[in-house]
């Protein structure tokens, strides 16, 4: 048995009642997935300090029930049912702090029954009661994940997190598993079908069946018996049928992966060819994405013998050819092998820079209009400069 307290405020509350539909973001869009027919409920009005309930789940938290409710901002949503007669209790941050209630998390046996006594009589509660009876605040079922990310910079201090290993981590030139989550999250909802033309150890694979996508991961030498092999330049997918493409392709010949003779990571950075080869596969997964999908590309730069190559932009470049950029990313990179005292000192000596991050170049198949030709303008806001704040110029900011 488990309890959840959507939020919404004066401006959203109506809605909340005329559709008896409660909605929130992408923030919490794992939870509502969570959220099974039957579960308790209650409304929290964050502006008027209001609880409202009790209300029970009708459905299972699903995606867009009415797409066009609070004009599609609250897209995860359950259809609610009133479960008895609607009471209200004021003041219910202070109370949910005194019950320990942390309105974000799911609710326990426990917490729903303080909760509904409450509401049922706030006047004559025993708050004594709450400090013996109640356990602690159930931990959101987001808590063994990775954060998702802001901002453009993106660090994680190791390959994996959670109970499971994603991907192999011995495997050379593996992907930070936190990269693909982050890209799950923000591009696909449960169900969608996520495609890794070069799978390697497979974290793709593991991180989607966790997050309960479908996956196909190819690669041109698997190392599992659930990676299908394939060579990226031409994919046995249907055209316009894929969900997201995450895909980690070689940087060059900076890493023996195998010995396949298809290997585009045979194919020095320094050569056109390596850009050619890699255009191919671009081509296949444009062919396969569905239009307005997104293909996340994660690139490093080579500086090898005394010669900087900037395979990111590069790669970039080509892309661009055939996609609409939606953001670049920047990786840290961590527990590289060049991460030693030796390289460190080899930096120094030789006067030129250890690589310390990756791009991750976020692209998306346009849709059939074309969008990007339509005249934008943006309507900045404009800050105020502080007075008496001075920066190093000697100019005021805020
Ligand atoms: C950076 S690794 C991918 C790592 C993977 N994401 C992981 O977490 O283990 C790049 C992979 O591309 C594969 N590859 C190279 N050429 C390929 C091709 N033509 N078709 C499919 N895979 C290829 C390599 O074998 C290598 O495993």
């Known amino acids: 048995m488990k309890g959840y307290i959507f939020a ?79 009471k209200t209790a004021r003041g ?13 998390f799911f609710l326990n046996k426990d917490q729903i029954d303080v909760l509904i006594n409450y509401l049922n009589n706030p006047k004559e509660f025993d708050f004594n009661i709450v400090r013996n ?17 802001a901002t453009t910079l993106w660090d994680y201090p190791k390959q994996s997190y959670g109970k499971t290993q994603k991907g192999d981590n011995k495997y050379a030139g593996v992907t930070p598993a936190f990269i693909i989550y982050n890209m799950i999250k923000r591009y696909t909802e449960p169900g969608d079908l996520v495609v890794d033309p070069m799978a390697g150890s497979g974290t793709t694979l593991d991180v989607c069946r966790e997050e309960n996508r479908k996956c196909i991961a190819y690669e041109i030498a698997p190392p599992r018996p ?35 003779p298809d290997n585009i990571g045979n194919i020095s950075a320094e050569d056109e060819r390596f850009y050619n080869e890699l255009e191919k596969v671009m081509k296949e997964c444009l062919r396969i994405l569905k239009p307005g999908k997104v293909i996340g590309w994660l690139i490093g730069d080579q500086w090898a013998k005394k010669r900087f190559t900037p395979v990111g932009f590069k790669v970039y470049e080509r892309l661009s050819k055939y996609f609409e950029t939606v953001d670049i990313i920047s990786v840290a990179r961590r527990n590289q092998t060049s991460n030693t005292g030796i390289w460190y000192n080899r930096a120094i000596r030789f006067n030129f820079y250890l ?15 074309p969008s990007r030709n339509l005249k934008r303008k943006t309507e900045w806001t404009q800050y105020k400069r502080g007075k008496g704040q001075r920066n190093r110029n000697n100019e005021s900011r805020t």
């Open 8 to 86: 919404c405020t004066n401006k959203t509350e109506k809605e909340c009642f005329s559709n008896m539909v409660f909605g929130t973001n992408r923030l919490y869009s794992d939870n509502v997935y969570k959220i099974e027919k039957g579960d308790t409920l209650f409304l929290f009005n964050m502006d008027s300090d209001t609880l409202y309930g009790v209300f029970s789940a009708k459905t299972s938290g699903k995606k867009d029930i009415i797409p066009d409710a609070w004009k599609g901002m609250y897209p995860y949503q359950v259809e609610v049912e009133k479960d008895g007669e609607i």
């Open 92 to 104: 219910i941050k202070k109370v949910f702090s005194r019950m320990g209630i942390n309105w974000r």
């Open 133 to 149: 009876k109640i356990s602690p605040t159930s931990k959101t079922l987001l808590d063994d994940k990775p954060a998702i990310e």
């Open 226 to 260: 659930d990676i299908i092999q394939n060579d990226a330049r031409s994919i046995p997918l249907k055209d316009n049928s894929v969900d997201m493409i995450f895909i980690d392709s070689p940087y060059g010949d900076n890493i023996k992966y195998n010995d396949h």
């Open 355 to 369: 690589r310390g991050f990756k791009y991750l170049l976020i692209m998306k198949k346009p849709e059939n209009l």
